[in-house]
């Protein structure tokens, strides 16, 4: 019986010397773990995107890792286990390469650098404002059509993305090479020299700013809905304002309406007084609901001072002679108080929530930006905040840019590319936003 009984008090000793080192060992072990997590946190970075400068090939992973806690306390209860919080695996996030796009303008051109680099200003405004994975390479031509393609096929090669050109034999001689095989969104129209438009390649997205999209917009802004009135169209010989009462009236008369189109003839500067005195006999004879002018700000004061102000008064974005920053300080234009036209929300919404986030060019001293430096500017911010979309691989999206309201398709089937540009009004001789009809 005693034998027994000792021998049994042998076996309970033994069994609780076994038990004594279990949670030294558990520690050990959940502290290397935290030791490893750390390490691998501190090693995960990123770096900004560049201009001109690769990013870190470095910096693929980033590792996040939530810290471990093993609570302790002598008087806990561990009948059922010791007592552990819940641990999160680590999260791996994929780093995909910066998408990398090429910004082709003709900055080696005589004639063109003061227009690429207005641009290229705005692209950059954009980019800074909104980096993202990408990396912007500029890539310089001269002013030729073959310049112009050379440079674009090796941007093609080397960029995922290519933006540009800014001519339109350029951007015609790229499409007719069939050679698109990036994404490419042209600054420019498409046509040839016959005037008929060149085949979108699947490829391309046309976004330039259009003197004849403004006048087709005019036409569809004042010619919806209404039956049987006529119109004149009116130009001088300037190539930009035929163009714009060719589109006018196309689209008038694609409505059903009736447009007639004019050309005064100009002494140096001032519409010639013949012209104007013929036309002014026509508008009294035919009473023409409105007149669409193809002219500038000064030809229309000509215009409106020569006929009176009886008939309306509709026009482009040229009929807003100034930068939106200028018209504080300069003298009001009352001849052409009542004057219709459209321009674009950077030349005329300051409170504008695009227009505000984005810095503005500046002005050497007194002198005063011209208004279409301006615009290319808000097209080169436009052109980067379309590129970063589709650079996301977005497909079918709208944006409501510096220059108007875009709805862009791209990378489904034919591209296309719309905007609505903003309508003003001379009102107490200033340039004044009205509301979208």
């Not at 112009?148 to 090479?177: F, K, W």
């Not at 930009?240 to 009462?245: F, I, Y």
């Not at 002014?280 to 409105?290: D, S, T, V, Y």
């Amino acid at each position: 019986m005693l034998g027994n009984l000792a021998r049994m008090l042998v076996l309970a000793a033994a069994i609780s010397g076994l038990c004594a080192p279990v949670q030294a060992n558990t520690t050990a072990v959940i502290g290397a773990a935290v030791g490893t997590a750390e390490n691998a946190s501190a090693s995960a970075g990123s770096s900004l995107p560049g201009i001109h400068a690769q990013r870190s090939v470095l910096d693929n992973l980033q590792l996040a890792q939530t810290d471990l806690a093993l609570p302790r306390d002598e008087n806990d209860d561990l009948s059922n286990g010791p007592i552990i919080e819940a641990v999160e695996m680590p999260v791996v996030v994929s780093r995909l390469p910066p998408v990398r796009i090429a910004l082709l303008l003709p900055r080696r051109s005589e004639s063109l650098a003061q227009v690429a680099d207005a641009v290229r200003s705005g692209f950059m405004a954009a980019y800074q404002y909104e980096p993202a994975n990408i990396t912007v390479n500029l890539v310089e031509t001269g002013d030729s059509a073959q310049d112009v393609l050379s440079g674009y096929l090796d941007a093609a090669m080397r960029n995922d993305i290519v933006v540009g050109p800014l001519t339109r034999s350029g951007a015609n001689a790229i499409a007719q090479n069939g050679n698109v095989t990036k994404p490419t969104i042209a600054l420019t129209q498409l046509d040839t020299a016959d005037g008929t438009e060149t085949r979108v390649p699947t490829n391309m997205l046309v976004m330039g700013l259009s003197i004849e999209d403004e006048a087709r917009q005019i036409a569809d802004w004042l010619g919806a809905r209404k039956a049987g009135i006529k119109a004149f169209a009116i130009s001088t010989n300037v190539s930009w304002q035929r163009r714009a009462v060719k589109a006018f009236s196309t689209e008038w008369r694609h409505l059903g309406l009736q447009s007639e189109t004019m050309e005064l003839g100009m002494t140096g500067s001032f519409i010639n007084a013949t012209a104007l005195v013929q036309l002014k006999k026509r508008i009294q004879a035919e009473k023409p609901a409105l007149i669409f002018v193809g002219l500038d700000a000064a030809q229309t004061i000509q215009l409106r001072l020569a006929i009176g102000g009886e008939v309306p008064l509709v026009g482009t974005s040229q009929l807003n002679p100034l930068a939106l920053a200028d018209w504080a300080g300069a003298d009001k234009l009352p001849d052409l108080e009542g004057v219709r036209l459209l321009d674009m929300p950077w030349q005329l919404q300051a409170d504008h929530t695009a227009v505000m986030a984005y810095p503005h060019l500046t002005k050497t001293g007194e002198q005063r930006i011209s208004p279409d430096i301006e615009r290319l500017y808000a097209l080169g911010v436009d052109a980067y905040r379309v590129a970063h979309n589709i650079a996301i691989k977005q497909n079918e999206f709208k944006l409501d840019g510096v220059t108007g309201k875009l709805a862009i398709r791209f990378g489904q089937g034919a591209p296309h590319f719309d905007r609505l540009m903003q309508p003003a009004i001379y009102r107490d001789g200033v340039v004044q936003p009205m509301e979208i009809p």
